[in-house]
C-alpha cells in the first residue's frame, strides 16, 4: 500500500497526519525506543500536557498507523504492521516445494517476524515467544534456535556460513558467547534438524520474476496456527500484551 | 549526567557520536518505526554499506549508549539504561514506612520499570514478564496487575481513581475491554490485595526536598532478586532477550 504511494501523496499523508496527531493526543515514546536511537533523554507526559492543554495522552489506536480489526489475526498483522514479507514467502515456498512437513512450512514462513515486525536484536527469540501460545512446541523452538544456528554451517544438511553475513558482519566477526552456547545446545536437541532446516530454506537469493502471496499459506496457518478467537493480543495469553504493543505502539500505559 | 552536562560537552559528545556513526549501520526495528508512524519498508543493509564500506552493521555494543558491565545486575540496568527512578523510590519507601513485607517493597521498586526502561504501552504486563523468572510469583502477579487496579477506586483501602489519569486522559476516559475483563478476573484473586498495594502506594505528590537513593533498597533486593550469576541477559531464561534488548536495542539482528 505505501509502496504505491507518490512521494507527493507521501508528503500530503505526513503532513494530515501530523495536523491530526497534533489535534488530538500526545505521544510519548517508549524508552527501548529511545535507546535504540541513542537518545538517553525521558520526555514528561505532564510537561507536554502543559504546553498543550487540552490534549490527551494517547490511549487508543495510534491515529497515524493503519487501523486494525477488533479480533485481529495473524493474517491482519502481515497485512497491517509487518513489513515487506517477501522474504517469509519465498522461504516457505521453498519448504512447501522441498517437501517439508505443514508445520514446518509455518515455522518458515514465520522464522523472521521479530525482524520484518518486531525487535530486531534477538528476533528468533522474540519471534518464538510471540508466536509459543499459538503452534506446536517444535514449531516455537525451531524459530528460536534459527536465529544461533544460522551463524553455524553443516555441510550435511547442505548448510554454508551465509555470504551476506560476512558482508554485513566482516570476515572476523564472532558469535557472542550465548550464541555460540545457545549453539551447542541445540546441537544436541532431539529438535534439531527442525530448527536446521529454517536455515536451510533461508532463502535471499530470490528470482526476482517470482511473487509469492500470502494467500497461498492461508490454509496452512488455519491448519497449523491456533487463531484465538477473541482475535491476537486479546485472548489473555502470555504473548497477548506483546501482540498488542504492535497493534498499538504508542500506547501511553 | 545528561542534566549536567554543559552545552559545549553535549555538542562535543554529538561530534563524537556522529563521527563515530560512520564505522556502523543501524536498521531500525520495525516496531520503533511503527511508533513513529512510519510505515515505509526498511532500509537496505547492502545498500547503504555499498555507500560506506568501511561501515558494518550494528551487531555489539551501541557506541551511543553507556557501556555495561558483562554481567549486568538489576542495579546496573537502573544506572545505565532505566531513565529517572525517582517515583519507584518514593513508592518503596513509602511502602517500607507502612510496614508492608520485603516482597512487596521490592513489588513497589519494580512496578513501573517498564516505562522507565522498556515498553509504555501494557507496561504491567511487560514488567512482570521481566522480572518472573527471579522474583516470588506474588511480586510478579502484583506487577501484572497494578496496571490494571490503577483504574478501578477500592474505597476499603482508600485508593481513589487518579487525579492524575483524568487529566492525562480526559474525565470521558474508559479502560479498553481487555483490561476491564483482567480487572473482574483479578479482584477475585487471592493476590489481588498485592496488586493492589502497589497502587495505594504508587506515589506521585512528592515531597521535592525527599531525595530517595537505590542504595536504601540494596539488601531487599538482594534477598528478594534472584540476580542470575552470568548477568542479566546472558542466563538462557525465557525472557533473557528482553534484557539483552536493553542492553543492544539497536543490534541488527
Aim: aromatic share 12%; net charge negative.
Amino acid at each position: 500500500m505505501n509502496d504505491a504511494m507518490t512521494l507527493s501523496q507521501r508528503a500530503d499523508a505526513l503532513e494530515h497526519k501530523m495536523m491530526r496527531e497534533l489535534d488530538e493526543a500526545i505521544i510519548v515514546k517508549s524508552r527501548l525506543f529511545l535507546l535504540a536511537d541513542g537518545d538517553m533523554s525521558m520526555p514528561n507526559g505532564a510537561a507536554l500536557q502543559k504546553e498543550r492543554p487540552g490534549a490527551r495522552m494517547l490511549m487508543g489506536p495510534d491515529p497515524r498507523l493503519p487501523r486494525m480489526p477488533d479480533k485481529p489475526t495473524l493474517v491482519d498483522f502481515f497485512k497491517y504492521r509487518f513489513g515487506p514479507a517477501q522474504h517469509l514467502l519465498q522461504s516457505a515456498k521453498h519448504a512447501l516445494t522441498a517437501g517439508l512437513p505443514e508445520k514446518m512450512i509455518l515455522a518458515c514462513l514465520l522464522h523472521d517476524i521479530g525482524v520484518i515486525g518486531f525487535i530486531r536484536s534477538d528476533h528468533g527469540y522474540w519471534g518464538a515467544q510471540m508466536v509459543a501460545p499459538y503452534v506446536d512446541p517444535e514449531v516455537t523452538w525451531a524459530i528460536r534456535a534459527h536465529q544461533a544456528l544460522r551463524f553455524y554451517p553443516d555441510e550435511a544438511a547442505g548448510y554454508a556460513y551465509p555470504a551476506n553475513y560476512l558482508q554485513y558482519f566482516g570476515a572476523d566477526y564472532k558469535p557472542e558467547p550465548y550464541i555460540e552456547a545457545a549453539y551447542k545446545r541445540a546441537r544436541r536437541h532431539k529438535w534439531y534438524m527442525s530448527a536446521r532446516m529454517i536455515t536451510v530454506h533461508d532463502i535471499y537469493s530470490f528470482d526476482p520474476n517470482v511473487t509469492v502471496a500470502l494467500d497461498e499459506f492461508v490454509d496452512i496457518i488455519g491448519r497449523n496456527f491456533r487463531q484465538p478467537k477473541e482475535g491476537l493480543g486479546f485472548d489473555n495469553s502470555p504473548s497477548a500484551h506483546m501482540w498488542r504493543t504492535l497493534n498499538q505502539p504508542t500506547k501511553y500505559l | 549526567m545528561n542534566d549536567a552536562a554543559s552545552l559545549m560537552q553535549r555538542a562535543d559528545a554529538l561530534e563524537e557520536k556522529m563521527s563515530r556513526e560512520l564505522d556502523y549501520i543501524v536498521v531500525k526495528s520495525r516496531l520503533y518505526s511503527l511508533a513513529e508512524a512510519d510505515l515505509a519498508p526498511p532500509p537496505n543493509a547492502a545498500a547503504m554499506m555499498a555507500q560506506n564500506p568501511n561501515a558494518r552493521v550494528l551487531m555489539g555494543d551501541d557506541p551511543r549508549l553507556p557501556k555495561m558491565p558483562e554481567k549486568p545486575t538489576l542495579v546496573d540496568f537502573f544506572r545505565y539504561r532505566f531513565g529517572p527512578a525517582a517515583h519507584v523510590l518514593q513508592s518503596a519507601r513509602h511502602a517500607v514506612k507502612a510496614g508492608l513485607p520485603e516482597k512487596m517493597v521490592l513489588a513497589c521498586l519494580l512496578h513501573d520499570i517498564s516505562t522507565m526502561g522498556f515498553i509504555r504501552g501494557d507496561h504491567g504486563y511487560w514488567g512482570a514478564q521481566l522480572v518472573e523468572p527471579y522474583v516470588d510469583p506474588e511480586v510478579t502477579w502484583a506487577i501484572r496487575a497494578h496496571q490494571v487496579l490503577r483504574f478501578y477506586p477500592d474505597e476499603s483501602v482508600g485508593y481513589e481513581y487518579p487525579a492524575s489519569y483524568i487529566k492525562a486522559f480526559g474525565a470521558d476516559y474508559k479502560p479498553d475491554p481487555y483490561i476491564e475483563a483482567d480487572y473482574r478476573r483479578m479482584k477475585d484473586h487471592k493476590w489481588y490485595m498485592s496488586g493492589r498495594m502497589i497502587t495505594v502506594h504508587d506515589i506521585y505528590s512528592f515531597d521535592p526536598t525527599v531525595e530517595v537513593e537505590l542504595e536504601e533498597f540494596i539488601d531487599v533486593i538482594g534477598r528478594n532478586f534472584r540476580q542470575p550469576e552470568e548477568g542479566l541477559g546472558y542466563d538462557n531464561s525465557p525472557v533473557a532477550h528482553m534484557w539483552r534488548a536493553m542492553i543492544r536495542p539497536a543490534k541488527y539482528l
